[in-house]
């Protein structure tokens, strides 16, 4: 069965610096989304491609955070500089765009970022 | 705005009995809705869906949903529970007509009891 792939899983980092995570979707899926998951809380959405456009980043913070899909297949989504408050687990998510909003969106295990 | 609400933080129940785990949602417009389990340090995995006709929703590993639109509810059920459900539980909404997002609720803790 065709999985989202996500790395690192773990990630230790201090403040100020930079830090780096990568996500695969399934293969064949248009759209791809990062959530952010504050321990305790739900998952929060950063940012929606599809393909290689961005559809929504309304929610990322512009002045630390970066994300590019440039080719339509996998993402990278950066922090710089890291703060204390980025600590969480950061999730990637796939979906086919075929239905649109009725389709399921398939999630990567995460990476777990801590900043020190 | 849509918004999920799950009132219980932490659902107990002993093996082989029911379980419920609640979860109320507001949309504008009709409402998809999802229900995703999550383990410990890994990502969340679906477990069903929500989008149009019958109102009893099954899904994976005999959980089921009820979709009430008067109440705007969408609890999860499952007749007999399992150690093994043990885990934290999402309910999440997506207005047809809006964003594709999905805004998630803030997650019930399942603890079932051998």
């Known amino acids: 069965e065709a999985e989202v792939a996500q790395s690192p899983r773990y990630k230790i980092t201090e403040k100020s610096q930079a830090v780096a995570f990568w996500c695969d979707p399934i293969s064949g899926h248009a759209t791809l989304y990062w959530y952010r998951q504050i321990l305790g809380q739900g998952p929060e959405l950063l940012v929606q491609?599809?393909?290689?456009?961005?559809?929504?980043d309304s929610q990322l913070p512009k002045d630390r955070f970066s994300a590019e899909r440039l080719k339509g297949v996998d993402s990278t989504l950066k922090i710089q500089p890291a703060e204390l408050g980025d600590s969480a687990m950061y999730l990637c998510?796939?979906?086919?765009?075929?239905?649109?909003?009725?389709?399921?969106?398939?999630f990567g295990p995460g990476t777990r970022l801590l900043v020190l | 705005a849509q918004s999920v609400a799950q009132p219980e933080d932490q659902v107990n129940v002993a093996e082989g009995n029911p379980l419920t785990v609640k979860c109320t949602y507001s949309v504008s417009g009709n409402p998809y809705l999802f229900w995703y389990v999550q383990y410990p340090n890994r990502g969340l995995q679906f477990l069903l869906k929500?989008?149009?006709?019958?109102?009893l929703v099954k899904g994976s590993y005999g959980f089921e949903a009820e979709f009430n639109k008067s109440q705007t509810s969408f609890h999860l059920k499952k007749p007999s529970a399992l150690v093994s459900d043990s885990a934290l539980y999402f309910c999440a909404v997506r207005d047809a007509t809006g964003r594709r997002a999905l805004t998630f609720g803030s997650g019930t803790r399942l603890q079932v009891q051998p």
């Open positions: 491609f599809q393909d290689e456009s961005v559809v929504d």
């Open positions: 929500y989008i149009t006709g019958d109102n």
């Open positions: 998510a796939s979906s086919p765009s075929v239905r649109g909003s009725q389709e399921t969106q398939y």
